[in-house]
């Protein structure tokens, strides 16, 4: 739409006290009872003196025609039903509290003859990044809704919001909030006086900031950026477990020397160690096999201290009461560590294995973000994921062992799925080559990667990055927890926000 004003230059700028004399000339605070009512100059002098960084003016060819003004509460102060008066301390600001976590905005005004432009969302948009500099939970304010006495005699509050979030109502003031991602915490009373428009009620509204990191004592630096360390093992005849962890520590030393967060190795890297056992049965043999898991376990813990570096241990076999599981370890880089278990059994590891599927279903928490790991087969069943996702998911680990493409694709194609289903990052890494003195273990096909959501933060097909097929590697990627933290707020779409609780839910059932 042309605007009737021709516009030269429009900025956003802080307000200086020398700006009072044309900001009171545009500005009047105008209620249905007639009330004029401006601010002061030893108001905007002392929010100034306070809180410089919160009181800005939008200028247009060096003409204000519009402010925003905000102070620094706590969120104790401003959760629950409160006044304006109470606030702004009877619109004296002693309430301003610079160790506070909320951003309260107490006014925002626009020229009639300036909208339009869209200087309020401007005006928004400082704010957002004002609360975000400053680490700050959130950004609240009381809003009117202005229309709502043209419904008052068929609509109750609570209705009359849901009507305009269907867009089936327009209200100036709360439609416009609403698209500027601002959501109602609850619906007050008596907030302002003399809004006899809104019949004394008021939206209590809500912009979360999704980078808030609340304060502690602790010393704690806050990663965003992750880096990934994916090991394309080659399967090839070892002696013993010195000669497999000869091949595990040049790979760790590897990738901890490009300064990686995590290092993935594949499902039962240490399948070669069943050629000593070749004499037994398939079954007998990977028995033999699990009666390593505890030393394997002990060395990636060690490995994981000296090299700084959380590893995700692929799988191997674990006997446990009498029964065979596939499971993993995550040594995490302080010497902890956790267990994590292969929940659905393929046929040919019933089969030839006799092997039991595990129970647990669990996030992990690690320095830098939380992980789930998922084992070959699981990642089909996209069940397990999601309930990850509910837990916080950020990235994803799959290692895999497939001897087949198809197999492998299989593999691939619902790793992807899982990133854009749970809006997350997902590893996967498998093994290559041959084992001819092995049984039951025949041929490896393997292309590790890293996926992504599709939106426009990503690539756009979902790809981070890739080894290349049958090859033994490493393959490096950095992951932006940032980009995941937008993409629930912001993203083209929001898979996890959007789904349909009212209709259907997922859940694990009780023990």
């Known amino acids: 739409m042309e605007h009737p004003h021709k516009i030269n230059k429009v900025e956003i700028r802080n307000l200086q006290l020398g700006d009072y004399k ?112 400053l680490n700050l939970k959130a950004i609240m304010f009381g809003g009117r809704i202005p229309n709502y006495h043209k419904y008052a005699e068929t609509l109750r509050p609570k209705e009359y919001i849901q009507q305009i979030k269907k867009k089936k109502i327009f209200d100036p003031v709360l ?43 602790e010393f704690k630096i806050n990663k965003t950026t992750i880096r990934l360390g994916l090991v394309q093992w080659q399967m090839r005849p070892y002696q013993n477990i010195d000669d497999v962890f000869e091949q595990i520590e040049f790979f760790i030393d590897a990738v901890s020397d490009y300064k990686s967060d995590f290092a993935l190795f594949p499902e039962y890297f240490n399948a070669p160690l069943m050629a000593r056992f070749n004499n037994l049965g ?39 009461d009498g029964n065979l599981y596939n499971v993993g370890f995550l040594c995490r880089r302080d010497g902890s560590y956790e267990m994590y278990e292969k929940i659905h059994i393929t046929p040919d590891e019933t089969k030839s294995w006799g092997l039991s599927g595990g129970k647990m279903i669990k996030t ?9 790991i998922l084992i070959c087969y699981d990642v089909e069943f996209p069940e397990l994921s999601r309930i990850m996702a509910d837990q916080g998911l950020q990235i994803l680990f799959v290692p895999f062992l497939t001897d087949t493409q198809n197999g492998y694709s299989r593999v691939r194609v619902c790793a992807q799925a899982r990133a854009i289903e749970n809006e997350c990052f997902v590893a996967i890494a498998g093994s290559v080559g ?48 940032n980009l995941l933290n937008e993409l629930h707020t912001y993203g083209s779409v929001r898979n996890l926000k959007d789904r349909r609780s009212d209709l259907y839910e997922l859940k694990l059932k009780k023990k």
């Open 22 to 133: 044309q900001l009171s000339q545009s500005f009047k605070r105008v209620y249905s009872d007639g009330s004029d009512i401006f601010w002061t100059r030893e108001q905007i002098e002392k929010l100034l003196d306070i809180f410089p960084d919160g009181q800005i003016v939008a200028v247009v060819d060096d003409k204000i025609v519009g402010c925003a003004l905000s102070i620094i509460v706590d969120y104790d102060k401003v959760k629950n039903d409160h006044t304006y008066e109470e606030v702004t301390g009877n619109e004296t600001f002693d309430t301003h509290n610079p160790e506070g976590n909320i951003l309260y905005g107490i006014e925002i005004f626009i020229h009639p003859d300036y909208r339009g432009l869209r200087l309020g969302r401007r005006m928004y948009d400082y704010r957002k990044e004002l609360c975000e500099s």
């Open 175 to 217: 439609t416009f909030q609403l698209s500027n991602d601002f959501h109602v915490r609850k619906v007050m009373t008596d907030y302002l006086p003399n809004d006899e428009e809104s019949k004394h009620y008021a939206t209590l509204l809500q912009w979360d900031n999704i980078y808030y990191t609340p304060p502690t004592k």
């Open 282 to 320: 398939e079954s007998e043999a990977i028995r033999e096999l699990a009666k390593y898991t505890k030393e394997i376990r002990e060395r990636f813990i060690n490995l994981a201290i000296s090299y700084n570096i959380n590893i995700i241990t692929g799988s191997m076999p674990l006997l446990r």
């Open 364 to 372: 992990f928490d690690t320095d830098c973000a939380k992980i789930g």
């Open 434 to 481: 041959n084992l001819p003195r092995v049984h039951n273990m025949d041929i490896q096909y393997a292309q590790s990667a890293v996926f992504t959501p599709c939106d426009f933060a990503f690539p756009t097909d979902g790809r981070r990055a890739e080894a290349t097929p049958n090859t033994e590697m490493i393959l490096i990627s950095d992951v932006d927890l």
